[in-house]
T-cell receptor
Framework: TQLLEQSPQFLSIQEGENLTVYCNSS?????LQWYRQEPGEGPVLLVT?????EVKKLKRLTFQFGDARKDSSLHITAAQPGDTGLYLC?????????FGAGTQVVVTP | GAGVSQSPSNKVTEKGKDVELRCDPI?????LYWYRQSLGQGLEFLIY????????KSGLPSDRFSAERTGGSVSTLTIQRTQQEDSAVYLC?????????????FGPGTRLTVL
């Protein structure tokens, strides 16, 4: 079973600041997904990264996959209150999806 | 429907009772997943279905938990003799196939409270 470690566990920042959250594993990821979950809802997929060194951008969100495919980061530029949520990384092993514990991000106006 | 639906949205039960949770996946999605999420925590994988078959049941926490899927569509997760530690949000997701990287679409979850 691949263990996904996310850091930090909690992040509180002011609107307009930047933030980065991390997802690490001792094993190589076949692919990695980032989700955002808001209270009372299920997670929503943000991005999937597959290739080592890959960088994907989604508006103010930048996702990076490590060269060795063992780590990934999510960077948010100029955070807004709408970015508040639980950010989860996930990877799969033959159909069994593993999730990290998540980083709770709170962006205050 | 347009998305994954789950029912009930909330369930309060007494310790020792059985509960049944239902998931309606997106039409045409062959893969269906059940997860459990405790307060403020990540998702714990329970079981997935490819069609009506569950290739891997090892994520189920105990033999009080069982799941089935009929007609390649609706799935039910049954918890027998509920315990207080079963209290959590139970999330269902579906995808076109269970291959790696395929997008999972999640339902809103069922919040189970065992008194």
């Amino acid at each position: 079973t691949q263990l996904l470690e996310q850091s930090p566990q909690f992040l509180s920042i002011q609107e307009g600041e930047n933030l980065t959250v991390y997802c690490n594993s001792s094993s190589v990821f076949s692919s990695l997904q980032w989700y955002r979950q808001e209270p009372g809802e299920g997670p929503v997929l943000l991005v999937t990264v597959v290739t080592g060194g890959e960088v994907k951008k989604l508006k103010r969100l930048t996702f990076q996959f490590g060269d060795a495919r063992k780590d990934s980061s999510l960077h948010i530029t100029a955070a807004q209150p709408g970015d508040t949520g639980l950010y989860l990384c996930s990877s799969d092993s033959w159909g069994k999806f593993q999730f990290g514990a998540g980083t709770q991000v709170v962006v205050t106006p | 429907g347009a998305g994954v639906s789950q029912s009930p949205s909330n369930k309060v039960t007494e310790k020792g009772k059985d509960v049944e949770l239902r998931c309606d996946p997106i039409s045409g999605h062959t893969a269906l997943y059940w997860y459990r999420q405790s307060l403020g925590q990540g998702l714990e994988f329970l079981i997935y279905f490819q069609g009506n078959s569950a290739p891997d049941k090892s994520g189920l926490p105990s033999d009080r938990f069982s799941a089935e899927r009929t007609g390649g569509s609706v799935s039910t997760l049954t918890i027998q003799r509920t315990q207080q530690e079963d209290s959590a949000v139970y999330l269902c997701a579906s995808s076109l196939s269970p291959t790696g990287g395929d997008t999972q679409y999640f339902g809103p979850g069922t919040r189970l409270t065992v008194l």
